[in-house]
């Protein structure tokens, strides 16, 4: 009679979503924009290389020390202070470098690794 537990339980099974059953009266966050993407990071190295095409070796430093990066051989602190002195005098490139970089460390709020832009 009216008995719908099986009903419930056939669209668990086939991977239906629950509503959840406590709301929560906080409004989620919003969403983080994906302002680096492949494409980005391209048009920027193309940028760098025209920039630097008469300094080759710091766009050549740069390259390097990203892939030290991503080896986990430098943190975040490091690669930042490496790129603030390699680009100094480039202060389009500095502010292009910035959207790769996570808020507390951004060169143009003052970032020295640290969450000083808080």
Do not use: C
Not at 7 to 31: D, F
Not at 34 to 43: H, I, K, M, W
Not at 65 to 94: C, I, K, Q, S, Y
Not at 98 to 107: C, L, N, R, S, T
């Amino acid at each position: 009679m009216g008995f719908t537990g099986r009903q419930n339980r056939s669209r668990e099974e086939k991977g239906a979503p629950m509503a959840p059953r406590v709301r929560s009266h906080h409004p989620p966050p919003p969403p983080v924009p994906e302002v680096t993407n492949r494409q980005d990071a391209l048009r920027f190295l193309a940028a760098m290389k025209r920039e630097l095409a008469d300094e080759i070796q710091k766009y050549d430093e740069f390259v390097n020390v990203l892939a030290e990066f991503r080896n986990g051989r430098v943190d975040t602190v490091m690669v930042v202070e490496h790129v603030r002195v390699l680009l100094a005098g480039h202060p389009d490139l500095l502010h292009g470098f910035d959207e790769f970089v996570p808020w507390g460390f951004k060169i143009s709020q003052g970032g020295q690794g640290g969450q000083s832009g808080i």
